[in-house]
């Protein structure tokens, strides 16, 4: 080993010592400060953004690589982990129906309407609830930019949610018990039969990393469960952010019939390290940076995009946040956690937010953020 | 100068500090003495989290 080379790898010890230390010392102190749950729900925010980043599970990626490539590894991936979580979600909200809740809500048309514009949305920026956040913290520019019009989008959405569920809504339908267990999984094994089915023969098969990513996202789902007492989710804490600099500004929320419940007014003065969505929400940030520094990967230049690229980054955060709580959830609280709690509308948001993501596959080249 | 993808992950966890600056400009300030059990399961407390499936009062 040459004295060049023996510096390098300390200077690389040495920083990625001081990463692990830094997220350490930032769970230390919400635990201390804040609550033992609270620094707990940080390292599992933590653990999912070094798992997302780390293995490279994702959502809009799959889903593009299926529409395009009739690959289905990702979407199986996703599959077996709503599995792994439902197997012990549905029995733990049927025994424990009091401390936990599932991320249970009815089918409704704005709902429909919701997950569509947001399956259009995921595809234009290649990035959902949980995937903006990885990007944006593991450095790419195009989630930064939509970042906080995604939280502004998800305030607004918020704001007219009532209105919007005025269009109409079926009732609630939740698959409970032994029997809505043996549905969901039944359901999650006919789907992937389905997409491996649709796939082109030379692309089916499943790489081990993400077997272990999905293995890794539904422990940590589950733990998400356990600790907090409701299904891992992205949206609402996106959407407390963007309420609290409204307040902060002066902004009148009474107007709404959302943020001025007296719910959502104690939810408003309290801090953000104790909102559940927040502080995952902030540790999938942070762990994706930390991967992304790890691993040395920020050195790379940011690509050069036009006007156009820009503008519709904005506008689809915006949608993306918005369309989101229509849909109430987005590919994490009504994807993942909807269908794993039992909850049909987890269901119907997949069809139509994939019925939304193909369209907006059609609809990316033409906006300046991928050659043509 | 040609700007990286360290410029955008600093503005990102920026971002988070932004967030924090703003509650504790609001005057949320956490109470540890007033947190819950460790872990919901098994404490016998009501879930009352919010979330992204949920409306206020349901």
């Known amino acids: 080993m040459t004295d060049v080379t023996a510096v390098n790898t300390a200077s690389g010890t040495s920083h990625r010592a ?123 520019p195009v989630s930064l930019v939509a970042l906080p019009f995604f939280a502004i989008g998800s305030f607004a959405g918020a704001y007219h949610l009532f209105w919007w569920t005025g269009l109409g809504s079926a009732p609630l339908v939740v698959f409970s018990g032994t029997s809505g267990l043996i549905i969901t999984l039944v359901a999650l094994a006919a789907i992937g039969a389905f997409v491996w089915w649709r796939a082109a023969p030379e692309n089916r098969r499943v790489p081990r990393r993400l077997w272990i990513a999905a293995s890794l996202v539904a422990l940590l789902a ?27 500004l002066g902004g009148d929320l009474s107007g709404s019939a959302f943020w001025g419940s007296p719910d959502t007014q104690n939810r408003l003065a309290a801090s953000v390290l104790t909102d559940i969505t927040s502080l995952t929400n902030i540790g999938i940030i942070a762990g994706a940076a930390l991967v992304a520094s790890w691993r040395a990967g920020l050195k790379q230049a940011l690509p050069k995009l036009p006007a ?53 596959v059609r609809i990316r080249p033409y906006l300046g953020l991928e050659a043509r | 100068m040609q700007l990286t993808r360290r410029f955008v992950a600093v503005m990102a966890l920026g971002l988070i500090g932004l967030v924090l600056v703003i509650d504790f400009a609001g005057g949320a300030v956490p109470n540890a003495y007033q947190a819950p059990a460790v872990v919901a399961l098994g404490s016998g407390q009501v879930a009352t989290g919010a979330m992204c499936a949920g409306l206020p009062g349901n």
Not at chain 1, 318 to 334: E, H, I, P
């Open chain 1, 18 to 140: 001081a990463l692990i230390g830094a997220a350490a010392l930032f769970v230390a102190v919400v635990g201390l400060f804040v609550g033992a749950r609270y620094g707990l729900l940080l390292a599992i925010g933590l653990g999912f953004g070094i798992t997302l980043e780390g293995l490279r599970f994702g959502f809009a990626g799959p889903w593009r690589a299926m529409i395009l490539r009739r690959d289905p590894a990702g979407i199986i991936a996703q599959l077996f982990a709503i599995a792994i979580v439902a197997i012990v979600a549905i029995p733990l909200l049927a025994s424990h129906g009091d401390e936990l809740n599932g991320a249970h809500a009815p089918v409704g048309v704005a709902m429909i309407g919701g997950a569509f514009v947001f399956g259009i949305c995921m595809q234009i920026v290649l990035g959902c609830g949980s995937g903006t956040l990885v990007n944006a913290g593991s450095g790419n």
């Open chain 1, 222 to 248: 589950i733990g998400n469960l356990i600790v907090s007492g409701q299904p891992w989710g992205v949206v609402y804490g996106l959407g407390l952010w963007a309420a609290k600099g409204v307040t902060l």
């Open chain 1, 308 to 360: 156009r690229a820009w503008i519709a980054t904005i506008v689809a955060g915006f949608l993306l946040g918005y369309s989101s709580r229509l849909a109430f959830g987005c590919n994490v609280g009504a994807f993942f956690s909807g269908i794993s709690t039992g909850s049909l509308h987890g269901w119907v948001w997949f069809g139509a937010a994939f019925l939304g993501a193909v369209q907006g």
